[in-house]
């Protein structure tokens, strides 16, 4: 399992976190998103005596260090474990676990801390991490684990009636704060390097690679622009049907965990062959570049050859830019592997596709008849079941605030903490 520099950054599912056996709970999923706000009245007061929360990834920044002093203050026992030198930057070395050995060894020794400490919840930032994944994977061992969000419709429409939300409080902008942590993290991560000799960042690329990746495609997307907007506007003027499919970043852990596909690739091919054998004669198939694509693999290049292998070079293209709305809604169809653009083509009205799996990939929702039938029997989403899918989604699992801002942090880290200790 793989991430990317860019993509830590604006990485919304956030919170993983398990109760072991000795706490007689089982798995809470939290996903405290940078944008929406939670129903207070839900979670009831408690305290966290005998809980012991274990860190083992966490945002960029001092979000951890904050949640842990309210969890404390609650009668929790904190813990970190620190695997690089970003890490020790962002918690210090109070109450905390350096582990220098390879990922080789980590799942024994994870599960060995667990013990030790005899810990009751751990906390993980994403999944794209592949050490953090493993040591979800150990708590499940230890415990039982359940899923916050069911795939049962009906549940949505029952459960909206009684989803209210507090008022919003804005945070202030989060890409520049984000971007400083951002920075920060991976300069200690490369100055620590030597304490931590044997436990790289799971990244597909380097950080150099990356870095560079971005900087070219800037340039290029800055040159480009006047020929994109006018290929964009030659697209938008076709009358004949247009599907749109969402490339999403190399390396996304929701395309190599969530999906069948490994790389990026690999689901051009899918979709073409597919869009060959099933789409109508006119329709037209493009291929929307991801906005944080790193700027290293050349998916413009691979879908060229897709099309040209299938003869269909002059119903097939791939566009890096474009207004992501306008093209939604000149669109008759969306295909996705899991990104939240699918849900913002939902919420758009247009039918919609995953081909991997998405919280939102629900009967009524999105296409459930298979990708080769969606080419001429879309299925539209239920505008009213979505109403009720983001009341449910954003008063169980969001949290008003983010995790770079000051103001965004203050907003987050008392209502996380409410909720986890309230969770048992």
């Excluded at 919304?12 to 999923?29: D, I, R, V, W």
């Excluded at 350096?98 to 013990?115: C, E, M, T, V």
């Excluded at 490339?247 to 990026?264: K, Y």
């Amino acid at each position: 399992m793989s991430a990317d520099l860019v993509g830590q950054l604006f990485e919304k599912q956030t919170f993983l976190m398990l109760l072991s056996p000795k706490a007689s709970a089982e798995l809470k999923t939290e996903n405290l998103g940078d944008s929406t706000v939670s129903e207070a009245s839900r979670w009831s007061a408690s305290r966290a005596d005998g809980r012991c929360f274990v860190f083992v990834t966490a945002p960029f920044g001092p979000f951890s260090r904050r949640l842990a002093r309210e969890l404390r203050a609650q009668g929790a026992r904190c813990k970190r474990v620190l695997v690089n030198g970003g890490d020790v930057m962002d918690w210090g070395l109070r109450e905390a676990a350096l582990y220098r050995g390879g990922p080789a060894d980590w799942s024994r020794w994870i599960a060995d801390y667990f013990k030790r400490e005899k810990a009751t919840d751990l906390i993980i930032h994403g999944a794209a991490y592949s050490h953090a994944h493993q040591a979800a994977n150990e708590a499940r061992r230890l415990g039982n684990c359940t899923s916050s969000l069911p795939k049962d419709p009906e549940i949505y429409r029952r459960a909206a009636a009684h989803s209210r939300m507090a008022p919003f409080a804005p945070a202030g902008k989060i890409t520049p704060a984000g971007v400083r942590r951002l920075i920060a993290f991976h300069t200690n991560y490369i100055l620590g390097s030597p304490l931590f000799p044997r436990f790289p960042l799971p990244y597909r690329y380097s950080i150099l690679s990356q870095m560079n990746g971005h900087i070219r495609r800037y340039l290029k997307q800055t040159i480009a622009r006047p020929a994109t907007e006018r290929l964009v506007q030659s697209i938008l003027a076709d009358p004949r049907p247009l599907f749109l499919a969402l490339l999403q970043r190399p390396g996304d852990a929701q395309l190599t965990h969530d999906a069948n596909f490994g790389e990026m690739c690999d689901f051009v091919d899918h979709v073409v062959k597919s869009f060959v054998a099933h789409a109508p004669a006119d329709a037209r198939l493009c291929f929307k570049v991801h906005p944080l694509d790193q700027g290293i693999e050349p998916h413009e290049r691979t879908v060229r050859r897709a099309a040209e292998a299938a003869g269909v070079s002059d119903r097939v293209t791939c566009v890096d830019g474009g207004h992501f709305p306008t093209m939604v809604r000149a669109a008759v169809g969306v295909i996705s592997v899991n990104s939240t653009g699918g849900l913002s083509a939902i919420e758009f009205g247009r039918p919609t596709i995953t081909l991997g799996s998405a919280i939102y990939s629900l009967p009524g929702l999105t296409h459930q008849a298979g990708l080769d039938q969606f080419w001429r029997q879309p299925e539209a989403p239920d505008a009213n079941l979505l109403v009720a899918f983001r009341a449910v989604v954003m008063a169980q699992t969001q949290i008003n605030g983010d995790f770079s801002t000051p103001a965004g942090i203050a907003l987050v880290a008392p209502e996380a903490a409410r909720r986890m200790i309230a969770a048992q």
